[in-house]
């Protein structure tokens, strides 16, 4: 059998805001194979987002032990995270984050830019638009798409780099039911066909259902994991 | 990511905030051509000034009575016999010619029309010494000298404002200090001076001048002697040579000459260091504003910074290091000051142009000089104060935190 894309061992993250200290995580340790889709519940406040952060790599984890793809996650530089954001992990957000002045295209782009990707870095955004279904939206700028659509952008932007992993953060919260269920579509599409591990955050339990397992955290802590 | 691609990124983004740009950029743009300018009028007013220098002559030196220690007991005046004296090969081989002179504003009239000029008692080897020539008539000669002959030469302006024009007036009759002076001839145009007008002058003979004009007392006195030295080499050994005969002639105690030796390089030096100081003060203020504009520049980026927060956050969530965020603030911050440069070099050329072209319409040439290294100077300059003062809020950028970032509001 492929070993687990993660492997989080007992992960603990506290935010020191002056004399406070906020526990966000108490622990977790939870395994995700390849390919796999998960979907995080819980609470508002109950450390989904900091979980996700942590396994994005966009901070690092203040004990217990974290790999990601066979690499000790606590061992590499700065530089190194860069580079795994980069290429094994994509991010969607609720607030889509796309560059306000650029067009999808160059949304789509900027990935491949940090990856020194040189030559056919447009071709690769187009396809990449293409396959989300935005492909005569390339030079719009976001304020010109509907909220579906930028989250597709954001998608595409995702997926250009062709991660291991897709992280989505509360993907359809900011979209109707309608339009988040299209967006869902579009993510479970993306792991039939190219094998994504995709980690979905939600408070919908109609989303939560179409994953495989669904974890779910309370108060920095895994208080069950449920298998679709 | 290429350098080219990180220019028109920071381009995009200084653009889409044109006003915000323009005056950041306003403070860069007033210090380089601050800067430009006071270079450029700098060099121009050097050049005028050496120019004008050289006009008075070639390889000369001017000895003026009175040390340059006030304390001096019983100065003696200069007097035709110095300047007789240092005629002589022998004790003054180095020394070309010798023109001694007497000099100070008198009235002249013509008809109804009357004027103050300067007038010079001269003798015939000040024409040689000062490169004078005349446009009609003849110079003063030896027997105008020896007659005391009431004869003068006009500077063109005394013969505009006299006659209303500059030719055919040799053989009229002008009255100086009331006195009647035949005209025999006229000067060649000299060009504002230093010291203003130069063809604002009348020459009339040394003993005429002396005799009837200029009295002084005691009777021999001069007031100047220009001395021409042979070549440019033999100019220091002249000064010797100069006061070696006069401090004998004047029983002088070594180091307490009254009198006074000044060759043209002194004077050249002295006014290249005028302006040189007047450049350097300038200039100074001007590298002030310079860096009030690099504070400016630093303060906007560290609000572009702030406001960009989330943006940073998700180029670093996407894969962006931290030397990528540096390279795109820096050179948003580099761009800042360069284009403010380019744009003060033309604005400081500009001003320079004005500045010449009002100068020379009011009486004197003068020609602003932009040098390639002027500008050279400024462009590295701009670019290294956009660049050090983006320094800081760059890596202010570089080093956020992700996460932290991101969830900035
Ligand atoms: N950067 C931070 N600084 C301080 N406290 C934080 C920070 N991020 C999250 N927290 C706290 O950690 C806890 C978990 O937050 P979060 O992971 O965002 O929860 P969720 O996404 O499940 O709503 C909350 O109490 C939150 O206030
Ligand atoms: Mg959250």
Redesign the pocket.
Known sequence: MDAPVIITRNLTKV?K?GEME?H?LRGVSLEIKRGEVVAIM??????????M?TLGCLDQPSGGEYILDGETVADLNDDQLADIRNRKVGFVFQSFNLLARSTALSNVELPLRYSGTTSGRKEKARLALESVGLGDRIDHRPAELSGGQQQRVAIARALVNEPAILMA?EPTGNLDSKVGQEIMDLLLNLNKESGTTLII?THDPKVAAQAQRTIR?HD?QIREEVPA | MNIWRAVIEALESLNGNKMRSGLTMLGIVIGVAAVIAMLALGAGAQDTILGSLSGIGTNLLFVFSGGEDESIRNPEPLTIGDAEALQDSFSAPSIEAVAPILQGSSEVSYGGEASTVTLTGVTPAYFPVRNYAVTEGETISEEHILGRASVVLLGVEVADNLFGHRDGLVGETIRVEGQPFRVIGVLEEQGGGMMGSQDNEILIPFSTAQARILRRSPADRVDVIFVQSVDADSVTTTEEEISQILSQRHRTAVGENDFTVFSQQDMVDTASSITGILTTFIGGIAAISLLVGGIGIMNIMLVSVTERTREIGLRKALGARKQDILIQFLTESSLLSLVGGLIGIALGWAIGAVVGVISTNSGTAFEPVVSLSAILLATIFSTVIGLFFGIYPANRAANLVP??AL?YE
Request: hydrophobic share 30%; charged share 20%.
């Open positions: 935010y805001m906020v966000a819980g609470p508002s406040g109950s450390g989904k987002s900091t979980l952060n953060d955050i955290l920095g | 996460v932290e969830r």
